[in-house]
């Protein structure tokens, strides 16, 4: 059974449209993340997200907006792509509390032409 | 705000031989600290976490890491490398204001030759 599942798997598309990457955890967590991973596979948080509260990092433009239409479900929709969106996006949960492992899915990677 | 130093985006050893990658932290308070590796075309899997407690501690595959507070370090280490353990190596903390979030470094791509 796949933990941390994410469709889809690649996705290419022209700057200025809108896309959406889903992510599903069945392992029960409370807390689901999205990362970024540029070219030099850098790897930064984009968002954290519960039930309770959605945490957004100051870096992120506000073209990309998560949506949790559940707590096994964390969707990110991206506005006005641009090419420098292109990059791996890794979804990811955890149980709250401090010091749990994240569990990641297998990414989707994204190219805007 | 937490930040996380990885020293050699790229390290290159022969099978069988030390593997060391190096990491270094920096952390307003006690801080999470966690090793992931990443396969080519994959996510990032678990290799190792340091909460409390003991400061050496064993992952999977024969790695272990050593929590250094006065170094501020958390290097990782295996005795023996494979052929498998070629890939991307991420450290990364978490912890304080930043609640459950990581911090990741740089990476640091193993190489491994036979």
């Known amino acids: ?113 | 705000a937490q930040s996380v130093t990885q020293l050699g985006s790229h390290v290159s050893v022969s099978e069988g031989a030390l593997v060391l990658l190096r990491c270094n932290y920096s952390s307003s308070v006690p801080p999470y600290l966690f090793w992931y590796v990443q396969y080519p075309n994959q996510g990032l899997q678990l290799l190792l976490k340091y909460t409390t407690g003991a400061t050496l501690v064993k992952g999977i595959n024969g790695f272990e890491a050593e929590f250094k507070k006065s170094e501020t370090s958390f290097h990782l280490t295996k005795p023996s490398a494979h052929m498998s353990d070629a890939a991307e190596y991420f450290c990364a903390v978490s912890g304080g204001n930043a609640g459950n979030m990581l911090t990741f470094g740089g990476g640091t791509r193993l190489m491994v030759k036979p």
């Open chain 1, 1 to 113: 059974d796949t933990a941390v599942s994410q469709t889809p798997k690649y996705l290419v598309t022209q700057m200025g449209n809108d896309k959406s990457i889903k992510c599903e955890q069945n392992l029960g967590h409370d807390t689901m993340y999205w990362y970024k991973q540029d070219s030099k596979k850098f790897l930064k948080i984009m968002f954290s997200y519960n039930n309770k509260e959605l945490i957004i990092n100051e870096t992120v433009p506000n073209r990309f907006s998560p949506k949790s239409p559940d707590k096994a479900h964390l969707n990110l929709h991206i506005n006005s792509l641009e090419l420098g969106d292109s990059a791996v996006y890794f979804c990811a949960s955890s149980l709250l509390v401090g010091g749990n492992e994240q569990f990641f899915g297998p990414g989707t990677r994204l190219t805007v032409l």
